[in-house]
């Protein structure tokens, strides 16, 4: 916990709470199932802050990623794969009904699979960053 007389804290002057001006006095209700409950408490505990305290922290100072806000290269690369699933599909009946392939749809299947390859490690590569 952040100490109150630290001139550098960023809570500093501030009291306990962490704001000068205003009590806090509205209070929300949260429904979560006893396992989330138990969770909560423990981290909150865990970090010596009080439940409000904590997810006041949690919520206020955290960077929420939304459905929205999806790169346009992610949803492209999703578009790809499906594309990719798609085929696959329709070769993968070719081949139960015993007809053989052209060669050119067998290099079509082949630069697909490279393709999904790519894809695969772009997706990697944007996830670890």
């Known amino acids: 916990m952040e100490d109150p007389n630290n001139t550098n804290s960023p809570f500093a002057g501030k009291g306990k709470s962490g704001s000068s001006?205003?009590?806090r006095t509205r209070i929300l209700r949260v429904v979560c199932n006893q396992r989330e409950k138990e969770s909560l408490?423990?981290?909150a505990k865990s970090a010596g802050l009080s439940l409000s305290e904590f997810l006041r922290r949690a919520g206020l100072d955290c960077q929420v990623v939304t459905k929205n806000s999806i790169p346009a290269e992610v949803l492209l690369l999703t578009t790809r794969i499906s594309g990719?699933?798609?085929?696959?599909n329709q070769l993968a009946k070719f081949n139960n009904q015993?007809?053989?392939?052209?060669p050119e749809e067998r290099q079509q299947l082949f630069n697909t699979v490279e393709e999904l390859h790519q894809l695969s490690i772009q997706i990697k590569t944007y996830l670890k960053s």
């Open 98 to 102: 015993h007809i053989q392939f052209l």
């Open 41 to 43: 408490f423990g981290k």
């Open 84 to 88: 990719c699933g798609s085929l696959l």
């Open 21 to 23: 001006s205003s009590k």
